[in-house]
């Protein structure tokens, strides 16, 4: 049984000499100082983070602490602000529930401090109640992540694929995490999941615990974490409606707050199934403009796009106009600026 100390005692030495300098991170030095981690900046960016890379990230946290610098600031904003400052982050159920937590959390006065408290709020899971609790508040609460599930997998030479290893990834994890300076201990790992353990070649000569590694003892390192095999994902296909007004609006409408691209603008759509019925929002001559393809966490996506111009006596049965001027095709959610994009095109050669 390796000894969890000396990991942790060499891992936060090592992250004292090589942290990453994060827009939302108190470094080593500052923590030094006495400086604390502002829970609201660790929680925005642990619920950025999530499937998505730190360099996608650090320009829209940039924006959105610029414009909302508090929670309160946040909680107060209009959704459709908000949901146009995430356009192109992805998994847009992330903004609605950053929206609901927030306001939870003004209406409470103050995050929880603890793991249990912060689970209470909405869209708050374990990993990040665990981060938030650990690098704001100090909490010894495990933190993994996918950096961290290869390095727990290596030190430990769990052969055992994903997801299935995962209970037992997190119990190994759950044995290295220190008393003291936990939130740190949780950036070290994850730091060096990214910089030095990382998923292909990893640097192992200047890893911090290479000594203590039951992988590169074996020389198995390189091959873990092991994955099952994905299962294929299924297609669905849809129909996209985008239709321009002869004084340049555009047709649009905002998607349920349920399901997909929740509360977003986008075009009219059919439903997005393998068989899609036409659903025109309104009589036009559409012409079919070609194709774009996106894919989603569980499904890929075709969609037809049919395009019209219109006069400006149209009336739309679903959507409404929006003057050219205040259209911005970057606050639309990733695959209805592909189909803008294609659209735009089209219209502009014929």
């Not at 640097?203 to 590694?213: E, G, K, N, S, Y």
């Not at 321009?244 to 977003?264: S, Y």
């Amino acid at each position: 049984m390796r000894d969890a100390g000396e990991v942790a005692a060499r891992l936060l030495a090592w992250y004292d000499r090589a942290a990453r300098v994060m827009p939302w991170r108190i470094g080593p030095a500052e923590r030094a100082a006495g400086v604390r981690p502002d829970p609201y900046r660790v929680w925005l960016s642990e619920v950025m983070l999530q499937q998505t890379t730190v360099a996608a990230v650090r320009d829209y946290f940039h924006r959105f602490t610029e414009r909302w610098p508090t929670v309160q600031a946040l909680a107060a904003a209009e959704d459709g602000a908000v949901m146009a400052e995430w356009a192109g982050l992805g998994y847009y159920a992330r903004a609605r529930n950053l929206l609901k937590c927030a306001r939870a959390v003004a209406e409470r006065g103050d995050f929880p401090r603890t793991r249990d408290g912060l689970l209470g709020l909405p869209g708050i899971g374990p990993y990040t109640a665990a981060a938030v609790a650990a690098i704001a508040f100090d909490e010894p609460a495990t933190v993994v992540d996918g950096n961290v599930e290869r390095v727990v997998s290596r030190l430990f030479r769990v052969e055992a694929p994903l997801p299935g290893a995962k209970p037992r990834l997190v119990a190994l994890a759950e044995t290295l995490t220190p008393a003291t300076r936990p939130g740190d201990f949780a950036q070290a790992m994850m730091d060096l999941g990214a910089t030095v353990c990382t998923p292909r070649n990893p640097a192992c000569a200047i890893c911090p615990v290479l000594d203590l590694c039951d992988a590169r003892a074996a020389g198995v390192q390189a091959g873990l974490p092991r994955k099952a095999p994905k299962a294929a994902k299924p297609l669905r296909r849809g129909i996209a409606y985008l239709a321009r007004r002869e004084d340049g609006a555009w047709l649009l409408e905002r998607r349920p707050e349920r399901g997909l691209l929740g509360g977003m603008l986008g075009w009219p759509c059919t439903d997005w199934n393998e068989a899609p019925a036409p659903a025109p929002p309104l009589a036009a001559d559409w012409q079919e403009a070609g194709e774009v393809r996106h894919t989603f966490t569980h499904f890929d996506l075709r969609l037809t796009l049919h395009v019209a111009r219109v006069d400006r006596g149209a009336t739309p049965a679903r959507g409404s106009f929006l003057a050219g001027a205040a259209f911005h095709p970057d606050d639309l959610p990733t695959v209805m600026r592909k189909a803008f994009a294609l659209a735009d095109a089209v219209l502009a050669r014929d």
